[in-house]
């Protein structure tokens, strides 16, 4: 079994920065790639980044330029730098991995922006 343990987020006012880890555990046979998603009340879960296993990246046209997405292969850690926060940033942010094959999810980091 496998599992993701999410840390960070918090509070932070327009314009600041924020950075949630999540490390994954467990028999980890192979790490596919990862990724940070971001879901607020009323809507579905938005993937905002993505790293692969070949460091990879790619990002939603929403926080291109702002988040940064990096993985520690060694430690199996994803990390997601945000800078420039906005409101509209404001969600619970859901790390995800695919991990020897099949899918995994954190339990979720609130993140707000708010003034």
């Known amino acids: 079994q496998v599992q993701l343990a999410e840390s960070g987020g918090g509070l932070v006012q327009p314009g600041g920065s924020l950075s949630l880890s999540c490390a994954a555990s467990g028999s980890i046979r192979r790490l596919y790639r990862m990724a940070w998603y971001r879901q607020v009340p009323g809507n579905s879960r938005e993937r905002v980044a993505v790293?692969?296993?070949?460091?990879?990246?790619d990002y939603s046209d929403s926080v291109r330029g702002r988040f940064a997405i990096s993985m520690d292969s060694a430690k199996n850690t994803v990390y997601l730098q945000m800078n420039s926060l906005r409101p509209e940033d404001t969600g619970v942010y859901y790390c995800?991995?695919?991990?020897?094959?099949?899918?995994?999810w954190g339990q979720g980091s609130q993140v707000t922006v708010s003034s």
């Open positions: 790293i692969t296993s070949a460091n990879r990246t």
């Open positions: 995800y991995g695919l991990i020897n094959g099949d899918d995994y």
